[in-house]
């Protein structure tokens, strides 16, 4: 998988596996264990989203899979192949981006700069995947030369998006667009994520805007206490009494 | 801890460590009484060695007493053990520019008002900056000081230095006259080798009495002090601050408290070491004493008044060592050997046993509210933990 | 001496301070903490080069009153800190397990092991370059300025490496990196950035600038082991005034604390002139504002600085 | 202290109008609220609701840009922390640091407030009377932590417990401070659920002797079964009041933890 120029479109015509796959995991910060025999997969191309309650263990699940928490058993497999505990700065460069949900963008560089940072594990070709980029996003192309701290919380987000796109992923992890920001702005956002999808870029996606980020999304799992307890459709999860429960006690 | 009471007992409670610790110390003082008694290490100077390691034992209480309970970074030893020095210098000397020719003791309570004060000009800007400011803060503050102490010739004398420093007991009934009292003594344990003891050696027996008074004296007020409630704060405070002041304490009052302890029991190695050398300049206050007493107090183990005892040991074994080894064996330098000593011996400190040689092992309550007897579980691992790495999340 | 006199000295003492303070905040941004052993690397810079340019001597012609040959040791004090720092790094610091005040502590302990090598190879006495001390410029003497051939190069050296430095962190490869770890780290390794290569290059970079420094403090006064140690204090002062970890906080931060300092009797002067008030006032400043507390002017900027603004006059330690 | 004693407006913490923003977002927006006497009150609210800018403007270790905090009657704004504690407001953290080198007895004796033994001078001047205090503490703590059922944990290093057992010494230290009303930050966040239900046992029982409570919570079971009133937080502001059950029903809450709306 190694060679990320030919980019997204191997990992569509892989065959029929998951692109990427956590197998029942436990795992957590230090001793502190925040998931527990946990599984989801992220099959080629689809967007899956991943709600519950805070504390549920959904950005630890983000950041086991892209080598930032090491599992402490079971297995994180991208294209069938065993990557748990691989340092996130290779994982990169295996074909997973990842879009952290605070601190996603370097304040002091420029714009221009923040995506040549997305693009140091590339082979070739950068200015032209940033170019396409800008295309896709106009809204930070106006703004290549200022620096991202002048950014607004919007514009940063996808800023970050961008960012990870430069290496051209298979899969990305996003987690929590819409965190502080006003609604408009985070519908804006999700039609990002959607636009990225489009991009033949398969998204796992932490999102506590339930509704919405379920909305855009072709599979979803409902996380408690660090494990998987439902998984469907958008609508089976949005209609199911049991989900709105576990968010609100019941 | 108590040895004399219950010896097999005491021998049993001891952590690897502290046995490790006893058995090289044994060793040491066994090796240095054959020394003596072959005539190798004359007594006198044994008992200068005996008094330095006094002083530097005495320098690390006093940092032990910032750093090791509070955890408060102060790079300005040199300054605190400079301005005992001068103090009581400034005060009995003979060749004091300023006043001169007091008792000794009157020199002890001007050095210890002086160093109160500049604790206070020290602590109240610095003890609020985090903590690498702190260090970096107070070392330069630390260089004013040694600045002035150069530069100010009408208070200081300047690069002179002071002349003519009595004696701590000068003036006091009895002990001003002890040493020349005392008839000369001739021992003779090794037939051949004969021992003799002289003024010299009387007057260096009392100057070892004054340095365990003084020692004997901060360590028994850091020890209670420690286990006080009021060292508890300080503890917490090391620990995390917040939650100290989260449950009432008023930490910047007791940080300063903890700096001004320490900072008075630096002055008074600085006292002993004027009386002991009957010289200061401004020599002594160059940062390599503050770095000797860091060695001592990392060494022995942050927060452990006994840690801080063997470190004055081990720093005067370096001092001394090398200038022997200068001497008898290898005509190196002994300047920049003890520098090299001292470096190795913090980065292996720090690589392999970072909490230090003798951490603190036992709980720390005040002793007559445990009524159960005995201390509870020593563990050999010690309740300290290591210290530092992986703070993730 | 004039006021441009002092200035121009002002000038060749920042150039020295800059070099040192950039690469002391450098390291403080990457590797993250405070490098009590910075003053003893630029003590390892001079010492090499003075070894060096003792083998090369005077090799070749001759530019701005320094022989080929001096450059040669240049590079070579440079790059022997570098190493020097890289192998320190590998060796000691990165298999610690202890936090920022251990390594500060740990730095300590390789300061005085630094120095000790140094001391024991070259004993403690002052010595110099082997180069003929330089008669003042001629046609600057009129305006009282009194610098050297040796003092320009010194400027002009500086300003080649601060430019230099400036074009790698803004447009190479390196430069961005290292300015997105100190931005924030842990994006930096979500983006790919392999973080223990770059801090192995902050550490070639920030010795490497150090070792010229003190190549030229060498040239500037003398050499002798503690020529660095010495220095360090003022050092800090200067990144602590512009900002701890900011770069650029350092170059302006050096170039203000080597300008107080050498301006110090000027400042002296104007203090008797000045009619203070009180009359105590003015015999305190007047005792206090002298060449010989030169240093101790700068640490208490230093200490004031940390109480008013704790990040600086740079503000927030952005590279 | 039987709680039908009480005066229904004895208010024990009074929020009024509290604001605080951070580089221009406003992480706490005119918020107000109180807390009665007896009580246990819920503050909940999603992710980035400012619940723990708010426990750190009360308890004073941020300080706020407008409004009040009152502890008993008395303007605390602006206080230190510890003059807030003194004020019988006691708080505790999300994630406790370990205390190196003490024990849980000792990590609990940190508890207490004024303690005699606190004075430098005293250890020397009356060492008689720093023992007794800190006898009776030692017994008090002894005797809390045999209430918690945690007593054989007393003499463990206090770096050695588990995270779920530490919460349950802070809550019993936190008691030895005799609170006027004590501030939970998520005392279950990361605790088993045996630990969980030992934790709401304690925090119901300690309520009926009389502790006022405030505490944030993300496990709503916990806090649904636990507190009443509960206050919502969200964007800052106080979205709503009332009991479990209204806040449960209550559209406008369920929107804004399940995203919904426009």
């Known amino acids: ?250 | 801890m108590s040895l004399l009471d219950d010896p097999q007992g005491a021998l049993d409670d001891l952590t690897r460590p502290e046995g490790w610790v006893l058995g090289v110390s044994v060793t040491f003082l066994l090796f240095l009484l054959v020394a003596l008694l072959t005539g190798a290490l004359g007594p006198t100077y044994f008992l200068f060695l005996v008094g330095l390691a006094g002083m530097y034992a005495l320098l690390s209480l006093g940092l032990n007493a910032q750093w090791g309970f509070t955890g408060l970074i102060n790079f300005s030893v040199a300054a605190f053990f400079g301005i005992g020095a001068y103090g009581s210098a400034l005060m009995t000397a003979s060749g004091s520019p300023i006043a001169g020719g007091f008792n000794p003791l009157v020199g002890l309570v001007v050095a210890l008002v002086v160093a109160f004060v500049l604790a206070l000009l020290i602590g109240i800007p610095t003890l609020r900056l985090r903590a690498d400011y702190l260090a970096i803060a107070s070392l330069g503050l630390a260089e004013v000081v040694r600045l002035v102490v150069l530069n100010e010739r009408w208070l200081t004398n300047g690069s002179a230095g002071l002349r003519g420093i009595p004696g701590f007991f000068a003036g006091w009934p009895v002990l001003s006259t002890f040493p020349e009292a005392m008839p000369g003594l001739r021992v003779e344990v090794i037939p051949g080798s004969p021992v003799i003891l002289e003024t010299a050696f009387w007057q260096a027996s009392l100057n070892v009495l004054l340095v365990l008074a003084f020692a004997g004296a901060a360590y028994f007020v850091l020890r209670r002090a420690h286990r006080s409630p009021w060292g508890r704060v300080l503890r917490t405070i090391r620990s995390d601050e917040d939650l100290a002041r989260a449950l009432g304490k008023n930490t910047y009052s007791f940080k300063m408290q903890s700096f001004v302890i320490g900072s008075l029991i630096m002055a008074l190695a600085g006292v002993f070491y004027t009386h002991l050398n009957l010289y200061v300049g401004p020599g002594d206050l160059d940062p390599i004493t503050t770095f000797y007493a860091w060695v001592a107090v990392i060494l022995g183990g942050s927060g452990s008044n006994r840690g801080a005892l063997f470190g004055g040991i081990v720093i005067v074994t370096i001092r001394e060592g090398t200038r022997f080894l200068n001497d008898v064996a290898l005509p190196i330098d002994p300047a920049p050997l003890r520098l090299l000593l001292i470096g190795v011996v913090i980065v292996a400190v720090m690589r392999y046993r970072p909490q230090g040689i003798l951490p603190p092992q036992r709980e720390l309550i005040w002793p007559s509210a445990v009524d159960r007897g005995g201390t509870p579980e020593t563990p050999d691992t010690g309740v300290r933990e290591q210290k530092g790495g992986g703070d993730d999340e | 001496m004039t006021v441009l006199g002092y200035l121009a000295n002002g000038l060749v003492f920042s150039s020295i301070i800059v070099l040192g303070s950039i690469g002391l905040s450098l390291v403080y941004s990457i590797a993250d903490f405070a490098n009590f052993a910075h003053g003893d690397t630029m003590t390892i810079g001079a010492y090499t080069s003075l070894v060096t340019f003792g083998a090369v001597g005077g090799l070749g012609g001759a530019v701005l009153g320094l022989p080929y040959g001096f450059f040669v040791a240049l590079v070579a004090g440079i790059a022997a800190a570098a190493i020097v720092a890289v192998g320190t790094e590998k060796l000691i610091y990165e298999p610690l397990d202890v936090d920022s005040i251990g390594l500060l502590i740990t730095s300590i302990g390789i300061a005085f092991i630094y120095r000790a090598v140094i001391q024991i190879r070259f004993g403690s006495d002052f010595t110099r370059f082997d180069l003929q001390p330089l008669r003042p410029i001629e046609s600057l003497v009129p305006y009282g300025v009194r610098i050297t051939l040796h003092d320009l190069a010194i400027v002009a050296s500086a300003v080649v490496l601060v430019v230099g430095l400036h074009v790698l962190l803004q447009y190479t490869d390196l430069g961005r990196k290292m300015r997105a770890m100190a931005d924030n780290p842990d994006l930096a390794r979500v983006s790919g950035i392999r973080t223990k290569r770059v801090k192995l290059w902050t550490w070639v970079i920030g010795a490497g600038l150090a070792g010229a420094g003190g190549v030229f403090l060498g040239l500037f006064n003398q050499l002798s082991p503690r020529m660095g140690f010495n220095l360090l204090l003022v050092i800090f002062a200067a990144v602590i005034l512009g900002g701890i970890g900011s770069v650029y906080g350092a170059m302006a931060g050096g170039f203000l604390i080597g300008m107080i300092n050498q301006l110090t009797p000027f400042f002296s002067t104007v203090v008797e002139a000045l009619p203070i008030w009180p009359g105590w006032l003015a015999t305190a400043l007047e005792n206090l504002i002298t060449i010989e507390y030169a240093n101790a002017i700068a640490f208490l900027i230093m200490v004031a600085v940390l109480l008013v603004r704790p990040n600086g006059i740079a503000g927030e330690g952005a590279t | ?262």
Not at chain 1, 70 to 93: A, S
């Open chain 4, 1 to 262: 202290m039987s709680e039908g004693a009480l005066p229904k407006d004895d208010v024990v913490l009074r929020v009024d109008d509290l604001q605080k923003s951070f580089g221009g977002l406003a992480a706490t927006d005119h918020a107000s609220f109180a807390v009665e006497r007896g009580t246990i009150t819920g503050l909940i609210g999603p992710n980035g609701a400012g619940k723990s800018t708010l426990f750190n403007l009360i308890s004073g270790f941020y300080e706020p840009d407008g409004g009040t905090v009152e502890v008993n009657g008395t303007d605390v704004t602006g206080m230190e922390p510890y003059q807030v504690a003194e004020h019988g407001l006691i708080r505790t953290f999300q994630t406790p640091r370990k205390l190196e080198g003490m024990t849980v007895r000792e990590a609990m004796l940190i508890g207490p407030r004024q303690q005699p033994g606190e004075s430098f001078l005293r250890l020397f001047a009356s060492p008689g009377s720093v023992g007794e205090s800190e006898a009776a503490n030692l017994a008090e703590a002894e005797r809390i932590l045999a209430e918690f059922e945690i007593d054989h944990l007393a003499t463990q290093p206090a770096t050695d417990i588990s995270g779920g057992q530490m919460k349950l010494v802070e809550l019993a230290r936190a008691m030895l401070a005799e609170p006027e009303i004590l501030l939970l930050d998520e005392p279950v966040a990361g605790v088993n659920p045996t630990l969980a239900k030992k934790l709401k046992d304690q925090i119901r029982r300690l309520n009926e002797q009389g502790t006022t409570f405030l505490l944030i919570e993300h496990d709503m079971e916990f806090v649904m079964d636990l507190a009443d009133p509960i206050v919502v937080l969200d964007q800052g502001h106080v979205l709503t009041e009332g009991t479990p059950e209204g806040v449960r029903n209550d559209d406008r809450v369920i929107d804004a933890y399940l995203g919904g709306g426009t």
């Open chain 1, 1 to 250: 998988m190694s060679d990320d120029t030919t980019g997204p479109a191997d990992g569509v015509h892989d065959g029929t596996g998951p692109v990427l796959s956590l197998s029942n995991v436990d795992g957590g910060y230090g001793e502190v264990q925040v998931l527990d025999d946990l599984s989801v997969r992220l099959d080629p191309g689809e967007i899956v989203c991943l709600v519950g309650p805070n504390g549920a263990g959904k950005s630890t699940v983000l950041k086991t899979a892209f080598g930032m928490l090491t599992p402490w058993t079971g297995t994180v497999e991208y294209h069938g192949r065993d990557i748990g505990g691989m340092p996130p700065e290779e994982i990169v460069r295996e074909g997973i981006g990842y879009v952290p949900q605070t601190d996603n963008v370097f304040g002091s560089l420029t714009i221009d700069e923040n995506l040549r940072m997305g693009g140091v594990a590339r082979d070739g070709g950068l200015d032209g995947v940033i170019e396409t980029l800008y295309d896709r996003f106009p809204i930070i192309d106006e703004k290549r030369g200022s620096k991202a701290k002048t950014l607004s919380g919007g514009q940063r987000q996808v800023l970050a998006f961008a960012r990870a796109l430069v290496m051209e992923p298979d899969v990305l992890l996003i987690d929590e667009p819409s965190a502080g920001l006003a609604p408009n702005t985070a519908d804006d956002v999700f039609d990002d994520v959607r636009e990225v999808n489009d991009m033949e870029t398969a998204i796992l996606m932490v999102e506590q805007n339930v509704t919405k980020g379920l909305g855009i999304s072709d599979r979803g799992y409902v996380l408690d206490q660090g494990t998987v307890r439902f998984e469907g459709t958008p609508e089976e999860l949005l209609n199911d009494e049991e989900v709105s429960q576990l968010y609100l006690g019941g």
